[in-house]
């Protein structure tokens, strides 16, 4: 046992290391949702209140309007208060917990194929064994060094965060089965945790805790006083989500993302049906003719084009698509935030590991096998309902159970390789070969990130507005007002977040704009001034300083200062006027 | 009769009525290398020689893409017998997908000879076969390329036919010969036959090498026939300098391949940073090996084999390459066949198939592309069936209800699948699918013919949708080949190139065209504003195809 325990040290540093390691100069610069937690978190850290006053929220973070989730912003109160309101602050909850997943992962496995003595399932087959006694080990491996993970640990994501409350949840859960302990309350509040952190667990974590609850019924049934216990903590702490879940602010967001707003469906749908009636009634294709009512399209047309039938087409497609080759081995996600485009959501070399594992999984039935690949996909489903699929983050609770997957082809490769290649020769090329295109990739892809994947997308981690708040703040005496363009997008949470200005001032002074039920627009605070029209508001001030976009420099004005991408492309500059 | 054999009869039945019903209809109108061939055909049974003045051409220079030309004889003999039509055009390309069903069956009985024992073996034995050729009888992807003209459809013929008799030969080495003569002749039919079809013959001779426990006079002299067959190909092929300008120019390894213009970007910095490591990792060979592969994977993207696209020259609308019931019992069947009794070398062979197939394909640009991967079918269609039949029986031991219960879900399924397949192909199509498949050339020709006599210069846009309109022409006014060899034949075949004979050009028209002695075909963006429009031809869906007009100064 020593030696795997060793083993899983030396993975968790490593992981460690590639999650906190220069966390706060790549990704290159915040995002203005992790600008929005650093800030909600600075001002909660003062007074208890997020940045519009309101006192303690646990139900939302109003922010931009998009109503967060709220854990995130409290677990970074106190790095905030140790290190100060900067990156590195922001980000270390994400990199914590990325942490912690890669250990918690190495427990659930293990219980996830724990061999009951008693139970009379399991053969003694010796060779799946050796396979399940080092899958644990070769998860956390697989799971400490994958692109995917590293890319979601190394910035401030909610889903991160709540990939590991879920994970906790299930191995407390199976681990307090086994053992008839106490520990299920804890995985219950891991659980409900989650629904605090993210979005999608709301939808993932109550289909995972049904599934649960159903498959293990006997077992909890023979521990009803502690499951008792855990379904009123559950309720308890449950109850503010579900207030919120049923205001319309909530339903809102839902229908902006969502698939089954698209009508172009229904109206493809009908068109097909209007064309089986004129072919029917000898009137060719006519695209001229008029349409005629539901009631004279023939029943059989009416069933074939069906618009739910083709709403569910629509689901099953971008359901599918996150199992596109491309997504999952050699690009990732198409959005730079969550994939650095070299490689993909996973190795390449681990393609044909993945899908032996998954074979193999089925086949020898081991422990509680079925509940990886039901994982995986039930993890799918609440991104299949949103229009930009594949999505890294949104199926990122999905993780580990593709390592899970992976790991047990590979331990069954290996012991192939093993048993059945007799010349030493070829056993030791092939562990090379293994090997080395392993560390390849792997070298591919962090070489890539550390030194090429900064400078080509930059501008998609809203580079720039660090380098010019900064500046404008150096110059703050010297004007009356600070316009700062709009165009790149919420300007005014980094304007606080770089000026670490007052909350309690900001509250009382700002002039805030909010759209009913919807976006959440601050157009000024103190000398800052946030608009779209940067040149009529400037035009109203003495001796005002302008953020803007480069092509929007009026004719003969200088640029002061050019804040450019780290790719060397300008993305603010900075100019006045002086109005005679 | 037995009932096999009946079965049998009903699926070839399904097979030909899907196929030749309405040929020549739907799809709508014959595509540009549809004319291409037919237009050759003719010339060649004519003169001898193709549009390029060249005698019975094994490749044909075509559009300067150098098809392979078997296709093309054989729509000769039925030219004679259905006059230069779009029947005769698309014929063997349907009667090929009928042979091809008949093929699967005994194929896949052929398959299952070596099986081990097992409970269910004599099931799987009796109904594998019927229901693997029924799925590929209804299979969209088989006809949606048995209804139009593509070679590939030929070539998967002949290959399924000389894998079944190499399997039979193994017990009668007689039949390797028929077998030599078949795969030498899909390097004839179809481009990307040069690559799968030797990756294919090496497959299996590393399979059933041990098979051959007597190296006869038999197999000596089949080896050899397969050799000396293919030579003049590979001799043709590899010694015009153009023949394989088609390739490059749908090759991957351009510099518009995004990976790749990163990739240049990433070592120039490297080299400025010293940085060996970025200079070794973004090294071409490597970038252009991840794209290979990224082409090769995105063959096996589930959204393009079971949902509906919007390629609407592979596919009707609505409508995937495979059908989406099909999607779980394939999935079935991967599991089923994997761990089934089957012998080694079967799995072998049909994994090694799938795993050939889009070789060719993956140093191609456009990818994921269903013509280039046709030989993904029938092995597609045996897995889902051994999925469907696993399922079947798996229901059979449950409880009554569950079992009645889940056969008619499935028959439900599947029988809305098909019906909606069926509406949308032989209904919907040539409505949405006129554009691309490059309709009003027919109705064109026709109006020009009735008025040509009136013009001393009849002059056709070439710009793209139109582009290659000449063959259009040739092709439906079965303008006499031996006069248009006379007067030059083809001179080039690229896309912009003009054309010209008697008193016909073919490119852009320009200013100077808008004359009263000039007819003028083009788009409606093509004609001159002030010009005389006689006709306007409109696609299915109502907008304007093809204006005819003459020019009015």
């Known amino acids: 046992m020593g030696k795997k325990k060793i083993f899983l040290f030396v993975i968790f540093v490593v992981a ?327 490689v993909g959501q996973f190795y390449l070399w681990s393609a044909p590991f993945l899908i032996l594992g998954l074979l193999y999984l089925i086949r020898e039935k081991r422990g509680f096998w079925w509940f990886v690949p039901l994982w995986l996909l039930i993890g799918i489903i609440p991104a299949a309902t949103a229009r930009e699929t594949p999505h890294a983050l949104r199926i990122e609770t999905t993780l580990p159970t593709w390592q899970i997957l992976t790991a047990y082809g590979v331990l069954t490769a290996l012991l192939f390789i093993k048993q059945h290649i007799r010349s030493a020769f070829l056993k030791k090329s092939a562990y090379s070969i293994l090997t080395l295109v392993l560390a390849l990739n792997v070298l591919y892809y962090l070489h890539g990130y550390y030194v090429f994947y900064p400078k080509e997308y930059s501008e998609h981690w809203q580079y720039g507005y660090k380098e010019a708040i900064t500046y404008a703040q150096s110059e703050y005496e010297n004007y009356d007002a600070i316009v700062v363009t709009t165009e790149l997008g919420r300007p005014y949470i980094y304007a606080l977040f770089y000026t670490r200005f007052s909350p309690i001032k900001f509250r009382s002074t700002a002039q805030i704009e909010r759209e009913v039920y919807g976006f959440v627009h601050v157009n000024q605070f103190d000398k800052f001034y946030f608009t779209n029209d940067t040149h009529t508001t400037a035009r109203k001030f003495k001796h005002p300083l302008v953020i803007d976009v480069p092509n929007n420099v009026p004719d003969k004005v200088p640029v002061i200062k050019t804040f450019n991408l780290l790719s060397g492309e300008p993305a603010l500059v900075s100019y006045t006027y002086t109005l005679l | 009769m037995k009932k096999q054999t009946f079965l049998f009869l009903i699926i070839i039945i399904v097979a030909a009525l899907l196929r030749f019903w309405q040929l020549g209809k739907v799809p709508v109108s014959l595509n540009w290398d549809e004319v291409a061939l037919g237009y050759n055909a003719y010339s060649v049974m004519q003169t001898g020689k193709d549009e390029f003045g060249q005698s019975f051409p094994i490749l044909l220079r075509s559009y300067d893409d150098y098809k392979p030309a078997f296709y093309m004889y054989l729509i000769m003999p039925l030219i004679s017998l259905f006059g230069l039509s779009e029947v005769a055009v698309r014929l063997p390309s349907a009667m090929a997908g009928v042979v091809g069903v008949v093929l699967t069956y005994f194929l896949t009985k052929e398959l299952m000879k070596d099986q081990r024992e097992r409970k269910d073996k004599k099931k799987i034995t009796n109904y594998l076969p019927l229901l693997t050729s029924f799925l590929l009888a209804i299979s969209p992807w088989h006809i949606q390329f048995s209804r139009a003209a593509f070679e590939a459809n030929v070539s998967l013929m002949f290959t399924l036919a000389g894998i079944l008799l190499l399997l039979k030969s193994i017990r009668n080495s007689f039949y390797l010969i028929p077998a030599a003569i078949l795969f030498s002749l899909t390097y004839y039919t179809y481009q990307s036959a040069k690559v799968f079809t030797t990756l294919l013959v090496g497959l299996l001779i590393v399979l059933y090498w041990k098979d051959r426990i007597k190296i006869d006079r038999i197999r000596i002299v089949s080896g050899l026939l397969f050799i000396l067959l293919s030579v003049p190909f590979f001799w043709v092929t590899l010694t015009n300098p153009d023949a394989l300008l088609r390739a490059k120019g749908v090759s991957v390894f351009t510099e518009e391949n995004p990976r790749y213009a990163k990739s240049i970007v990433r070592i120039a910095e490297s080299y400025e940073q010293k940085d060996v490591f970025g200079i070794v990792l973004n090294n071409r060979r490597i970038v252009h090996g991840i794209n290979v592969v990224n082409g090769y994977l995105s063959h096996f993207n589930p959204e393009w084999l079971f949902l509906p696209g919007t390629q609407y020259r592979f596919q009707a609308p609505g409508t995937g390459l495979l059908y989406l019931f099909e999607m779980p019992f394939m999935l079935v069947g991967i599991y089923s066949f994997v761990f089934g009794p089957f012998s080694r070398k079967t799995k072998l062979l049909v994994f090694g198939i799938i795993a050939l197939t889009p070789i060719a394909a993956s140093i191609t640009r456009d990818v994921p592309h269903p013509i280039r991967v046709l030989t993904f079918l029938p092995m597609f269609q045996l897995l889902t069936a051994l999925g469907l039949i696993t399922i079947i029986l798996w229901l059979g031991k449950r409880h009554m209800i569950f079992r009645w219960g889940g056969y008619m879900i499935i028959v439900l399924l599947a029988f809305l699948n098909v019906a909606q397949y069926l509406d949308n192909y032989f209904i919907q199509y040539n409505r949405i699918g006129s554009t691309v498949w490059q309709y009003g050339y027919k109705e064109a020709t026709a109006k020009v013919k009735e008025l040509e006599n009136k013009y001393d210069k009849i002059v056709f846009s070439n710009i793209e949708p139109l582009e290659q309109s000449y063959m259009f022409y040739l092709f439906y006014s079965q303008y006499d080949p031996k006069t248009y060899l006379e007067q030059g034949g083809t001179v080039s075949g690229g896309f912009a190139e003009p054309h010209a004979f008697g008193k016909y050009e073919f490119r852009p028209i320009t200013p100077e065209d808008n004359k009263q002695n000039i007819l003028l075909i083009g788009r409606p963006a093509d004609i001159p504003e002030t010009a005389r429009q006689i006709n306007i031809i409109e696609y299915l869906e109502g907008t304007p195809a093809i204006v005819i007009a003459d020019g009015n100064s």
Not at chain 1, 42 to 48: A, E
Not at chain 1, 77 to 99: D, I, Q
Not at chain 1, 112 to 138: A, C, G, H, S
Not at chain 1, 289 to 295: E, L, T
């Open chain 1, 16 to 342: 460690v290391v590639l999650r906190f390691y220069r966390i706060d100069s790549i990704p290159p610069s915040l995002t203005w949702d992790e600008a929005a937690w650093g800030y909600n978190a600075y001002s909660l850290g003062m007074d208890g209140r997020d940045e519009f006053g309101r006192f303690l929220p646990i139900d939302y973070l109003e922010s931009f309007g998009d109503y967060k989730p709220p854990l995130y912003a409290y677990l970074t109160v106190l790095p905030v208060k140790l290190f100060g309101l900067n990156e590195f602050a922001v980000r270390f909850p994400s990199a914590l917990f990325g942490s912690l997943t890669v250990l918690v992962t190495y427990f659930l496995v293990k219980e996830i194929f724990f061999r009951q003595k008693e139970d009379k399932k399991e053969k003694m087959d010796k060779k799946t064994d050796t396979i399940l006694n080092y899958t644990p080990l070769v998860t956390t491996g697989l799971l400490a060094i994958s692109p995917w993970h590293i890319n979601l640990s190394r910035a401030a994501f909610e889903a991160n965060i709540a990939s590991l409350f879920i994970i906790t949840g299930i191995w407390l859960f199976l681990y307090s089965l086994r053992t008839k302990s106490w520990l299920l309350v804890v995985s219950s509040i891991s659980f409900v945790l989650s629904l605090y952190t993210f979005n999608t667990a709301r939808i993932v974590v109550p289909l995972l805790g049904t599934i649960l609850m159903a498959a293990f019924f006997k077992k909890l049934w023979n521990m009803k006083q502690i499951v008792v216990t855990a379904g009123i903590v559950v309720v308890i702490m449950s109850i503010p989500v579900v207030r919120f879940m049923l205001t319309p602010q909530a339903q809102l967001r839902y229908q902006e993302v969502n698939i089954f707003s698209d009508l172009s469906i229904v109206k493809d749908a009908n068109t097909s049906m209007q064309t089986d009636y004129n072919i029917l009634h000898d009137k060719g294709y006519c695209p001229e003719c008029d349409p005629v009512s539901q009631k004279e399209i023939p029943f059989w047309s009416r069933i074939i084009h069906n618009r739910r039938y083709r709403y569910a087409i629509e689901f099953i497609r971008h359901y599918v698509h996150h199992f596109r080759p491309s997504f999952l081995f050699i690009q990732g996600d198409g959005n730079p935030k969550f994939s650095t485009q070299d």
